[in-house]
């Protein structure tokens, strides 16, 4: 079973910048559809941003103009580019991949990363 495997993530002052990165835990051929969610604090997990192979990103309206999602889609990876962070961007971050062709013939639905923390400083 496939898993994505986040990394970055950490604390930082309100105003500052972070990167998060994820790839698949083995060599997979393609994945359709590549997105961050988020748990924060007394909040249900959310949508952050996801896109396509193709297509154009999908954000949160909060994180719009903020936050950078993109993707490697030879490595299979995907990456949040995070700038301008306020307090109540701080949560729990997890990559999420859909879609997922591990080689000609060979599929899986769908695919969680364990959750990296992000916690925004005020």
């Known amino acids: 079973q496939v898993q994505m495997v986040e990394s970055g993530g950490g604390l930082v002052q309100a105003g500052g910048s972070l990167s998060l990165s994820c790839a698949p835990s083995?060599?997979?051929?393609?994945?359709?559809?590549m997105g961050w969610y988020r748990q924060r604090p007394g909040k249900p997990r959310e949508k952050v941003a996801r896109?396509?192979?193709?297509?154009?990103?999908d954000y949160e309206e909060s994180v719009r103009g903020r936050f950078t999602i993109s993707r490697d889609n030879v490595k299979n990876t995907v990456a949040l580019q995070m700038k301008n962070l306020e307090v109540g961007d701080t949560g729990v971050y997890y990559c999420?991949?859909?879609?997922?062709?591990?080689?000609?013939?060979?599929?899986?639905?769908?695919?969680w990363g364990q959750g990296i923390q992000v916690t925004v400083s005020s």
């Open positions: 999420h991949a859909d879609m997922i062709t591990i080689r000609p013939g060979r599929y899986e639905y769908d695919a």
């Open positions: 083995q060599v997979v051929s393609s994945i359709n559809r």
């Open positions: 896109m396509l192979s193709e297509g154009n990103p």
